[in-house]
């Protein structure tokens, strides 16, 4: 479950999941839905597969955020669908999505970057929590 | 997530200056100063704004003070309306977070001969071609293309560089903040990741903030000054506001993996990851200025395309060309970016890295860096506001090189969260609201539209008394919006 929340210049997410893998998935989806205005109407018609290492979860979490909005900038494909596994430090992914096109998608924000700033990655009592503030 | 309103102590440096005492907290180098009035400082104090200056003057090497301009608003690492001076004789540091993401994000005039009777008639037809030439918008590819050896050369060169190919002239290089040339610059250093990223943007506006306008100089303050400009009531104006793209984005997010380590191996605490950062002249530090100011050529090129499709947008609808309506280009100023430049500090000239984060330069008159058309009155500062209100041209003051290492504010700055701003723009259609006050607006987004309307914003008159007070620059001219291209 993920939710956004103020900041005045950026945006923020603020994610709360029952597991690691789910709250990896789920800060995909809030990454996404800031992109694009119409998220449920991307189809998972390409596929590919991502590998990231990082000893801290915590950067492990920004990087792969950082990761797809590379991903979407360079190749131009929205996602909507990741499978997340952790292997040690290691993340490996499935992501699903196709091709952006703006009329279809919907423009919602430029996401410029995902930042270090007041980023939050903990364990409580329903599991994991993150906070990521991105430039916009 | 930790917004308290800031509860330190502040001391009444002047009636638009304040100190943040170095005492404050742990690690502070130097004091804070914030440029402010009484109201706009009650606002700075409302989110973590202020702690950021604090933050700031806790890096390595840092000279006189961590310093914010009236517009200060919470940013990541560094406040926007930031600026940081910091000395590489002294161990100084380099920081990504003290340019941002968007590198050399900026913003040009250009004038025209047109006033507001020739424009007004035409101004629906003006708008639409200008939105349907100017690529905007999240995911927009622009019709430039460069192959690897002209992104290259554009990397190395700047906007010399589209001398060759007609879309620059000679008078647009000189206009243009140093020559649009920074002689650090080694395409080498920037990721074949952050090439890509940028490939298909040189000449797309972007989305957020970031805006085409056509204005209307509606009041002169300094008629020689605007005279020198070219400026006069009444006249047609056009402001471009971008930069770097996803290229200078991913430029800064290369350097911050690159610095990762850096805090550990120079032994610098830190209070903010964001505000990693290496000695200017270790390895980390040199790899990140070439690649940074490569991004800041990409930026100018950016602009520069812009203008280019402004002006043939122009001649298309008034049928003559861009020379026959003299749309010179007046001035093009960096906002986000560190330059290396000569101050005077306690009685002695030094070469400084000065980081500006929504900040823009502010030379006096006589200022060797400025261009001769300009040498009498000083450099012109372009100081966009909101798409509702106004916006300024200001030249800099002798009082920016005492008191702010050369530089004044950046715009109108960010007054509420852009929830905040949808929020309240909730069942309104703010081009509608807009229409009504006789400007015509375009964007990409309507939900953009909404963020960024009038009352998320200070007000940018506020904000430029309180920098022509503190002697930092002068206000020369205001300009009213009557046509918005938005992403």
């Known amino acids: 479950m993920f ?20 709250l990896f998935e789920e800060a995909a989806q809030a990454l996404f839905a800031a992109i694009c205005s119409n998220p449920e109407l991307i189809l998972p018609s390409v596929q590919l597969t991502l590998t990231l290492h990082e000893s801290s979860t915590e950067l492990l979490l920004r990087d792969w955020l950082a990761l797809l909005l590379t991903t979407f900038e360079s190749d131009k494909i929205i996602f909507s669908s990741f499978i997340v596994t952790f292997d040690g430090d290691q993340l490996n992914a499935i992501v699903m999505g196709e091709p952006f096109q703006p009329k279809k998608h919907g423009r919602n924000h430029e996401v410029k970057a995902i930042t270090y700033h007041q980023l939050v990655y903990q364990e409580n009592e329903s599991g994991f929590l993150a906070e990521i503030i991105v430039d916009i | 997530m930790n917004q308290q309103p800031f509860q330190g102590r502040l001391e009444k440096v002047d009636t638009c200056c304040w100190r943040i005492p170095k005492s404050y907290k742990q690690g ?12 706009l400082l009650q606002k700075a104090k409302q989110d973590l704004a202020l702690e950021q200056v604090a933050n700031v003057a806790c890096l390595p090497g840092i000279i006189g003070a961590s310093l914010a301009m009236p517009d200060i608003h919470w940013g990541y690492g560094f406040c926007i309306g930031g600026v940081c001076a910091t000395d590489p004789q002294e161990g100084g540091v380099i920081s990504p977070g003290g340019v941002g993401y968007d590198i050399n994000c900026g913003v ?34 622009g019709k430039f293309h460069f192959q690897a050896k002209e992104m290259n050369r554009l990397l190395g060169e700047g906007p010399s560089f589209l001398l060759e190919r007609g879309l620059a002239t000679l008078g647009d290089i000189e206009h243009t903040e140093a020559n649009g040339y920074l002689n650090g610059a080694d395409p080498s250093q920037v990721s074949s990741v952050a090439q890509k990223r940028g490939m ?13 306008e056509v204005q209307v100089v509606d009041q002169i303050f300094d008629s020689h000054a605007a005279k020198v400009m070219g400026l006069f009531e009444n006249q047609i104006c056009i402001m471009i506001h971008s930069g770097s793209r996803g290229l200078g984005y991913q430029v800064c997010e290369d350097s911050l993996v690159n610095l990762r380590k850096a805090p550990e191996k120079y032994k610098i605490e830190l209070p903010d990851k964001q505000l990693a950062c290496a000695p200017a002249e270790s390895s980390e530090g040199l790899s990140y200025l ?32 861009w020379q026959e309506l003299r749309m010179n280009l007046v001035y093009d100023v960096c906002h986000n970016i560190a330059k290396f430049e000569e101050h005077q500090v306690a009685g002695k000239m030094k070469k400084l890295w000065v980081h500006r984060k929504g900040a823009t330069r502010a030379f006096p008159p006589g200022h060797k860096d400025i261009p001769n058309s300009y040498h009498s009155i000083g450099q012109p500062v372009i100081i966009p506001g909101d798409m509702g209100r106004a916006s300024w041209v200001l030249v800099g003051q002798e009082g920016s090189m005492q008191r702010s290492f050369g530089t004044t504010c950046h715009g109108a700055g960010r007054l509420l969260s852009r929830t905040a ?20 607006a375009r964007a990409a987004s309507l939900k953009g539209l909404a963020e960024e309307h009038s009352d998320a914003y200070k007000n940018v008159d506020e904000v430029v008394a309180v920098v022509e007070e503190a002697g930092l620059s002068k206000r020369v001219a205001r300009m009213k919006p009557i046509g918005v291209i938005k992403g």
Do not use: Y
Not at chain 2, 28 to 39: H, K, P, Q, R, T
Not at chain 2, 200 to 212: A, E, R, V, Y
Not at chain 2, 293 to 300: D, E, K, L, N, R
């Open chain 1, 3 to 22: 939710e956004f929340f103020e900041h005045t210049a950026d945006l923020g997410f603020r994610i709360q999941s029952p597991s690691k893998e789910q």
């Open chain 2, 28 to 39: 502070m180098l130097v004091d804070g100063i914030i440029f402010a009035n009484e109201s």
């Open chain 2, 108 to 141: 040009r005039l250009v004038r025209t001969d047109l006033t507001s009777e020739d424009v007004k008639p035409r101004l629906k037809v003006l708008v639409d071609e200008l939105f349907k030439r100017i690529p905007s918008g999240v995911g927009q590819s």
């Open chain 2, 200 to 212: 298909d943007q040189c000449g797309t506006l972007g989305s957020g903030n970031h805006f085409l």
């Open chain 2, 290 to 321: 070439a690649a940074m100011q490569s991004a800041a050529h990409f930026a100018w090129c950016n602009r520069q395309l812009l203008m280019h499709q402004t002006r043939e947008a122009f001649a298309s609808v008034f049928a003559q060309t």
């Open chain 2, 421 to 440: 701003a949808a929020a309240l723009a909730k069942g309104r259609r703010i081009d509608q609201e807009l229409a009504s006050l006789g400007i015509i």
